[in-house]
C-alpha cells in the first residue's frame, strides 16, 4: 500500500460508518435523498442507469471517471465501504489461495455494464459493489422477513469469497474496481505515449480489439434485452415512477426504496418478476402479505426520491397523485355488499381518489372501481374486510388501460 | 272496626293507585328519558362553555386527578373546514377545560384511516393540543387489549385501546357527517375509530349496524359532545362533500339520544338509521325523541 497503513484504516472506518449511515436511511425526511449519495458515485450505477432510462439523474458519478485518471484506484483503497469489508475479511482469513490465476472479471463486466447501458438495456448492474453495500443496510428494515433479508445476500458473498480467496473482490471481480482499472492504464497509455513510449505500451486497453468486440457484444446483449425482456409486462405492482421499460435491468437492487418506504409496502420479488426480476422493489398490499394495513399514500414520495440508477425517479406530491401504480379489481363474488348484502363499501370510505363509485342494491350500497380515477393505491385493499379480499391491486397494465 | 278497616282499606287503595300513577306522570312530564342540550353559535369554546354549563359544569364528569379519555374523529387527512374530522377548537376547548379541572393525564388514541402524521397535521388537531399536556396518538399493537362485549348478539369481542379502557373520564367527541356505509356517522359509530383494524373489519363482515349496537351495550362515555358545527351531506365519511352549517354542538349523556337528535340535522328520521334503533331496542339509552328533553342554548 503506498500510504501509511494506520491513517488509511482510519479514513476508511470512517467513510464506512458515514455510509452506513446514509444507508440505514435514520436521517431526518428532509435529507433522506442523501442515502442516493453512495451508489450515486458509482459511473455505472448513475451514469449507466441514466442512460438506460434515458433520464438525467444527477452528476455525482463524474469523479470516479476522473480521479482514476490520475490517482489510480484511490477510491477504492481509501473510500469504498464494501472494499473495506472485503478488505477485512481478507485480512482475517486463514485461506492461502492466491489470485494469480484468475481472470480479471470486473474489468469485463465494466465493459458489459457501460455498453449495454448504452444500449438501453443495463445489464448486471446490480453486481455493483455500492449499491451491494447499500442493500446490506436496506435489508434491515422492520419487519425483518426472509424476503427483506435476501437483500443482504450480496454484501455476504463478498464477504464470504473473500474468506474463501483473499482480495478477490477487489482485485478480480468488482466491476467498479474494473472500471477504475480500464480508466488508470488509459490515462497511463496516454501519459507514456506522450513521452515516446514502446509499441508495448500502446497495446493499451482503449484501443484492444478485445476491447472493442466486448463493447460490440455487450452492446448487442443489451440492445437485445432492451427489446425483449425490457418490455415483457407483468402484473406486479411497482413503485411509483417506475420505469414503463427496462425496469430489471434499470434496478440495481440497492434496496434504498424498499427501506424509504414508510409503510414497509415495497419488498424484493422473489421470482413473480422472472430470473432477471429477482430482488426488484414490488408492493405487496395485504391480499399478499397479511400483516399489511397500509397503503401507498397519496402524499407520500419518499420511495421516487432515493433511487440511484432512474429505476424511480422523483415525483412532486402533485403527479405523485396523477402517476397510477395498478388499479383495483373488486371481486364481485367475495364482496360483502354484492354477495351477502350487508352494508360496508369500506373500500369507498377510504379511496383518497373516489374512484369507488356506489350504486345502490336492495337498499345496499355497492361499489364499483372508477379506473380513470383509480390509481391502485391499495387504500380499498388495505381494510377490504371480506374474507378472502374483495378488491385487489394489479399491476397489469392491460387491465388498467382496459 | 269495621269503619276504620274500610276506611284504611280505601286509604291504602288511594295512595297504591296514587303511587303508581305518580311516576308515570313525572316521567312524561319532569322527567324525561333522555336530555340533549344543544348549543347553537360561532364561537366554538363560548358554546362548549355554555353547553357544560348547562349540563352542570365540568365538576360532574371530571375530578382532580382524574384520567381523561377523549375519542374525537380525527380519522382522515382532511382540513378543518372539510368537515371529515372533529373540528380542532373543540378538541382543544375541551383539553383546555379538564387540564383546568387537574385531569392528570389526557389521552386521545385514534385508530387512523390515513397516514397518522399526515392526518393528525392536516386536521389541525395536533397544532390545536400544541402547549397542552393531551397525547394524541395512534395506538400500536401493544395499545389494545382484547375485551368481552357481554351483552353483544354478534359482536361478542373487540381489541379496545387500554387508554379508552382504564380511564376515569371518557368523553366521545365525534362530527356528525354522512357515511356511505352507515348512513351517517354520529356517536355511537365514531367506536369504529378507536377500535383496531381486525375488530373494524369483522364489524363490516358480521353485520356492520348490530355490532356498533352491541359496542354500544358495553362503552360507557360519561359524555358525548357532537361536533355539529359543519356537517357533510355527502361524499361521507372522508369527504370533500357538500356542507351544511347548523353551527351546533350537541351534548348529553345518553348516545343514543345525541345520535338521534343529530339526525335530525340530516333531514332523517332515528330509527331509520339501523343502529339507532337497535341500541334504543337494547336500552343502551333512548333514541325515541319524543320522549327525550331538547334543551336549546344560544351562544
Known amino acids: ?402 | 272496626m269495621r269503619t276504620m278497616k274500610r276506611r284504611s282499606f280505601l286509604k291504602t287503595t288511594a295512595s297504591v293507585a296514587a303511587a303508581s300513577a305518580l311516576p308515570a306522570v313525572v316521567r312524561a312530564e319532569d322527567e324525561p328519558a333522555a336530555t340533549v342540550v344543544v348549543v347553537h353559535g360561532k364561537d366554538i369554546p363560548k358554546m362548549l362553555e355554555a353547553g357544560i354549563a348547562k349540563m352542570g359544569g365540568w365538576d360532574k364528569f371530571v375530578k382532580s386527578g382524574a384520567k381523561v379519555t377523549l375519542k374525537p374523529n380525527v380519522a382522515w387527512n382532511s382540513k378543518p373546514e372539510e368537515g371529515g374530522n372533529t373540528h380542532p377548537d373543540l378538541v382543544r376547548a375541551c383539553v383546555k377545560a379538564v387540564e383546568a379541572k387537574g385531569a392528570s393525564k389526557i389521552s386521545i388514541p385514534e385508530n387512523t384511516c390515513h397516514d397518522e402524521n399526515a392526518t393528525f397535521k392536516t386536521s389541525g388537531v395536533e397544532e390545536a393540543l400544541k402547549g397542552t399536556k393531551a397525547r394524541l396518538y395512534r395506538p400500536a399493537a401493544g395499545d389494545y387489549q382484547k375485551v368481552d362485549v357481554p351483552k353483544g348478539q354478534i359482536c361478542k369481542s373487540a381489541e379496545v385501546p387500554k387508554d379508552v379502557l382504564s380511564c376515569d373520564c371518557l368523553i366521545n367527541m365525534p362530527v356528525a357527517k354522512h357515511h356511505s356505509g352507515a348512513t351517517l356517522t354520529l356517536s355511537m359509530k365514531n367506536w369504529m375509530g378507536s377500535v383496531s383494524n381486525e375488530t373494524r373489519r369483522a364489524w363490516h363482515r358480521d353485520g356492520l349496524h348490530q355490532c356498533i349496537a352491541d359496542f354500544s351495550t358495553f362503552i360507557k362515555p360519561k359524555l358525548v359532545i357532537i361536533d355539529a358545527t359543519r356537517i357533510l351531506l355527502t361524499k361521507g365519511p372522508q369527504g370533500p362533500g357538500d356542507l351544511d352549517h347548523p353551527d351546533e354542538l350537541i351534548l348529553s349523556t345518553d348516545p343514543v339520544a345525541a345520535d338521534a337528535y343529530a339526525a335530525t340535522l340530516f333531514k332523517k328520521e332515528p330509527f331509520d338509521i339501523p343502529h339507532i334503533k337497535l341500541a334504543h331496542e337494547a336500552g343502551v339509552g333512548c333514541g325515541d325523541l319524543g320522549k327525550v328533553k331538547i334543551e336549546r342554548v344560544e351562544a
Open chain 1, 1 to 402: 500500500m503506498p500510504m501509511p497503513m494506520k491513517k488509511r484504516t482510519v479514513v476508511r472506518i470512517a467513510f464506512f460508518a458515514l455510509f452506513s449511515v446514509l444507508a440505514l436511511c435514520v436521517l431526518p425526511e428532509a435529507v433522506r435523498g442523501a442515502n442516493r449519495i453512495l451508489p450515486g458515485l458509482s459511473p455505472l450505477l448513475n451514469l449507466g442507469g441514466a442512460l438506460g432510462a434515458r433520464r438525467f439523474i444527477g452528476l455525482l458519478w463524474v469523479p470516479l471517471l476522473i480521479v482514476p485518471l490520475f490517482k489510480g484506484r484511490l477510491f477504492c483503497w481509501w473510500v469504498c465501504p464494501m472494499g473495506f469489508a472485503a478488505e477485512t475479511a481478507s485480512r482475517v482469513s486463514p485461506s492461502k489461495l492466491r489470485l494469480a490465476k484468475i481472470p480479471w472479471v470486473g474489468k469485463a463486466l465494466a465493459l458489459l455494464i457501460a455498453a449495454s447501458a448504452g444500449a438501453g438495456y443495463p445489464l448486471l448492474i446490480w453486481l455493483d459493489p455500492l449499491c451491494i453495500f447499500n442493500g446490506f443496510f436496506a435489508a434491515w428494515r422492520q419487519p425483518v422477513t426472509w424476503a427483506t433479508a435476501t437483500l443482504s445476500a450480496g454484501f455476504f458473498s463478498i464477504l464470504t469469497l473473500s474468506l474463501i480467496i483473499p482480495n478477490v473482490w477487489c482485485h478480480r471481480l468488482c466491476p467498479l474496481g474494473g472500471l477504475q482499472e480500464w480508466l488508470t492504464h488509459c490515462a497511463r497509455a496516454f501519459r507514456g505515449r506522450g513521452k515516446g513510449a514502446s509499441a508495448g505500451d500502446t497495446a493499451s486497453p482503449c484501443v484492444n480489439r478485445r476491447v472493442f468486440m466486448g463493447f460490440a457484444v455487450s452492446g448487442a446483449a443489451g440492445l437485445a434485452g432492451s427489446k425483449t425482456l425490457g418490455v415483457r409486462q407483468t402484473t406486479v405492482v411497482r413503485p411509483p415512477s417506475a420505469a414503463e421499460t427496462a425496469f430489471n435491468a434499470l434496478c440495481s437492487r440497492c434496496g434504498n426504496c424498499m427501506k424509504a418506504c414508510p409503510y414497509g409496502l415495497i419488498v424484493p420479488d422473489l421470482g413473480e418478476t422472472g430470473i432477471d426480476g429477482l430482488l426488484t422493489p414490488v408492493i405487496k398490499f395485504r391480499s399478499k402479505n397479511p400483516k399489511q394495513e397500509k397503503f401507498c399514500f397519496q402524499e407520500c414520495t419518499a420511495c421516487t426520491k432515493v433511487c440511484p440508477t432512474g429505476a424511480l425517479h422523483a415525483l412532486s406530491v402533485e403527479v405523485k397523485k396523477s402517476t397510477p401504480i395498478g388499479v383495483a379489481k373488486i371481486d364481485k363474488a367475495k364482496c360483502i355488499a354484492w354477495e351477502k348484502n350487508e352494508y360496508c363499501v369500506v373500500c369507498q370510505e377510504y379511496c383518497p381518489y373516489q374512484a369507488v363509485t356506489e350504486e345502490e342494491r336492495n337498499g345496499v350500497q355497492c361499489p364499483s372501481i372508477d379506473e380513470s380515477k383509480c390509481r391502485g393505491c391499495g387504500a380499498c385493499e388495505s381494510q377490504c374486510p371480506a374474507l378472502p379480499i374483495a378488491v385487489t391491486i394489479t399491476g397489469d397494465k392491460a387491465a388498467r388501460n382496459g
